[in-house]
C-alpha cells in the first residue's frame, strides 16, 4: 500500500483549519472587557484589569490645596466608563460649588452622567491618584510620571495570548542573566 506524502499534508492542514477555525468561534464567543491603562504618549500599556459591565472603577486623588480626599467614580458601560458621581469632602479651587450637591454620609457627592471612550489622567506624586477596581489598589504615580489614559477595551483569548507573546521577554531587553549576551 503506498500512500503520498501529500495526503498526509492534507490531513494534517485540515486538521489545522479545523483547530484554528474552532479557536477563533470559541475566542470570539469569550470576549471579556478589560480597563486598559497606557502611557499617553508611547500607548505603551502600563496596567490591565479584567472589568464587567456595572463595576466601579474610582479615580482617587488628593486635592492639592484642600487636602482632601476626591474620587471620581465611573461605571462600566460596555466599553465606555459612565462617570456616575463625584465624592468630595470640601469646596475649593477645581471643585463644583455651584452645581446641585448633596450631602451623605460619602462626603459631599455631586451626580454625573457622562460617558467616556477614553479619560485622560496626569498622575502626580501630590495628588497621589490611585485607580481602585473591585476593590484593588493602583498606584497611578508609580505606574507613569506622565499623562495616562484609561480606556475599557473586549479582548478576546486570542487578544490576550497575543498580548501575552508582546509581552514577553525580547532579545533587545533581556530580563535574566541567561539572555544578556
Known sequence: MNRSPYRYLAVIVAVLVLVGATATVTSTASAQRTLVVTDADTGDELLSVPVDDGDVVTLSYTHSVEKTTVEDIYVVDGTQLRMDRMVFHSHGAGLPSDAPIETTDEGLVLERNESYDELGVVPGWIAGHELIVDGERYDLV????????????????????????????????????????
Not at 489614559?149 to 501575552?164: A, C, G, I, K, N
Open 142 to 181: 508609580s505606574l507613569s510620571d506622565d499623562a495616562v489614559t484609561l480606556s475599557v477595551t473586549e479582548r478576546t483569548l486570542v487578544d490576550e495570548l497575543r498580548q501575552s507573546a508582546a509581552r514577553a521577554v525580547s532579545i533587545d531587553e533581556p530580563r535574566s542573566s541567561h539572555m544578556i549576551l
